[in-house]
């Protein structure tokens, strides 16, 4: 196994030379704009095209009482500043930029430099992370850099997923920030077009299976890695889908990933009502007494699962067939999107980090959603601190939540007696 320091100590020694050594240094951009539309306003290259999938849209979102009010500041940077009563309001619009002989630069980590052939960036499509807010476009770290490998060409239409880091190591992101640009691209009417698809990573199960679900197979696959760069004959991008910084995901993404998957959905002997998905294969956010909160769930006829030993097909025959669901927040809460209508999930967070994108995929998808908070020790002030924070759960407190649905559920599949007078 590869000693993870060591690979960092590599990335670290690489950045120092990227920044230090100069070398095919005219392939630095040199300048951008902030926009999509400012560059094909400004260019000179009539073989650009920009293209408005949709125009600008308001989500308007609900939350629970108890889920607005925990709210952490730092993980939610879009949340309460554009809220009201309870209901937070997020802007996203939906565009794609086809580039004659476009570049893409990226670690595959937290810089995507989108390049125009006027070797200029395009910012709004590029992408440069900040744990606190929107980065400015001169902050992207190409422009820190002074060495530049010859980037590899590729002949005809390349079309890029890439999404920052997240998506190539995270399945929640990949679900929600890189596969729905392939909606965007069937909306514009070039799907069928395009050569080569650009991936963020193509290793695990669900990036294979979802995208040969919609009959991208390995051989047009263009697999980002460290310091990629490469220019095709026409590169087309798209907007982040669910804008930069904004927690809050679109109804679009769920309805796509359920208008795509759910009709493949085959049999599975994952036929489980009543379901725990237990994170005890992550190194983070996990349960400090979960064995106490499986044996009570037991009780009343929950079967624990972990997520990472099912399929791609298995975890969406999963969670489209349960009734009740009982998860602690994390990548794999995104399979809510996949839940009947008759689903009622109860997720579970520490005070330390409590945020609303997978209520909003629930949202999305019509079900139930109780959301479950638990004290912690010491409240995290940052998001590096509380995304780590283990969760120790109240069982008394869960309990009564898990009986009140349970009974509320068994009243619903009582007959009403009147109705048989």
């Known amino acids: ?6 690979l960092k100590l590599k990335r670290k020694v690489k950045d120092v030379i990227r920044r230090t050594i100069r070398h095919n240094y005219h392939l630095k951009p040199c300048g951008f704009y902030r926009t999509s539309k400012e560059y094909i306003d400004n260019t000179y290259f009539k073989e650009s095209v920009y293209t408005e999938i949709t ?68 910012a709004d499509v590029s992408f440069q992370f900040s744990e606190v807010r929107v980065t400015e476009p001169y902050e992207n770290k190409v422009f820190e850099l002074s060495y530049f490998d010859k980037p590899t060409y ?3 239409i390349a079309f890029s997923m890439l999404s920052g880091g997240g998506a190539a190591v995270n399945y929640a992101h990949w679900f929600v920030d890189a596969f729905p640009r392939l909606h965007l691209l069937k ?35 263009v697999v980002a890695d460290n310091y990629t760069h490469l220019q095709a004959d026409t590169l087309i991008v798209t907007s982040h889908p669910r804008g930069l910084r904004n927690v809050t995901a679109p109804k679009w993404i769920t309805d796509f990933h359920r208008n795509t998957f759910l009709p493949a959905k085959g049999k599975s002997n994952k036929s489980a009502k009543r379901i725990y998905i237990s994170r005890q294969d992550s190194s983070l956010r996990k349960v400090t007494n979960e064995e106490e909160v499986i044996e ?37 809460s995104f399979n809510y999107a996949f839940a009947n209508k008759e689903t009622t999930i109860i997720e579970m967070f520490s005070q330390s ?69």
């Open 1 to 6: 196994m590869i000693n993870k320091n060591l």
């Open 55 to 122: 125009p600008e849209e308001t989500t308007y979102l609900p939350l629970p009482e108890e889920l607005f009010n925990t709210l952490n500041d730092y993980a939610n940077p879009d949340a309460k500043s554009n809220s009201r009563k309870n209901t937070l309001v997020s802007k996203t619009k939906n565009t794609m930029l086809s580039l004659p002989k476009g570049r893409l630069y990226t670690n595959n980590i937290d810089c995507i430099a989108v390049i125009g052939p006027d070797n200029k960036l395009i």
């Open 187 to 221: 909306e514009s009417g070039l799907f069928d077009k395009v050569n080569w698809f650009i991936v963020p990573a193509y290793k695990y199960d669900y990036h294979i299976d979802s995208l040969k679900m919609l009959g991208i197979e390995a051989d047009k696959i």
């Open 296 to 332: 009570m769930l037991s009780k009343y006829g929950f079967e624990t699962y972990v997520l990472s030993k099912l399929s791609f097909q298995e975890k969406i025959d999963l969670f489209s067939s349960a009734d009740v669901i009982v998860a602690t927040m994390g990548a794999g």
């Open 353 to 421: 980090f409590v945020q609303h994108l997978y209520y909003s995929l629930a949202h999305a998808a019509g079900v139930t959603y109780h959301p479950i908070i638990f004290k912690a020790e010491k409240v995290a002030q940052r998001f590096k601190d509380g995304h780590v924070d283990d969760i120790t759960v109240d069982i008394k407190e869960l309990e009564r939540l898990v009986h009140r649905v349970i009974t509320q559920e068994s009243a619903k599949e009582e007959p009403n007696l009147l109705n048989t007078i």
């Open 154 to 156: 590729y002949p005809g």
